[in-house]
């Protein structure tokens, strides 16, 4: 499994962006996809997890109501739609990947297939 991330960059308090996360091989049912994210000098925090499959995703606590996971079957992709972006959602953005789900679903030490990370500053 390659997870390739990509979409950060710079957007001021209260702006919107898209993440995208190009995922390979061809199918990914019964897999989890996710995002985690790590700010500077703070540990890694799950942002959101769902399966491949279907069903309702879930979320960190600090962005529930603002960010959506989504996904395009056609095109492997998962894509974090992240709005009211605050400065405290400065972060590397990192694409995850397991088999099967877990009710551990917010622990990174779940997922074995990282992304590399894309780095989203949010700054006036």
């Known amino acids: 499994v390659q997870l390739q991330a990509s979409g950060g960059g710079l957007v001021q308090p209260g702006g919107s962006l898209r993440l995208s996360c190009a995922a390979s091989?061809?199918?990914?049912?019964?897999?989890?996809m996710g995002w985690f994210r790590q700010a500077p000098g703070k540990e890694r925090e799950v942002v959101t997890a769902f399966r491949w499959s279907g069903g309702y995703p879930k979320y960190g606590d600090s962005v529930k109501g603002r960010f959506t996971i989504t996904k395009d079957r056609t095109t492997n992709t998962v894509y974090l739609q992240m709005n009211n972006l605050q400065p405290e959602d400065t972060a590397d953005y990192y694409c995850v990947a397991r088999y099967g789900w877990t009710t551990a679903w917010d622990s990174e030490n779940q997922y074995r297939y990282w992304g590399q990370g894309t780095l989203v500053t949010v700054s006036s």
């Open positions: 091989p061809p199918t990914f049912t019964n897999y989890v």
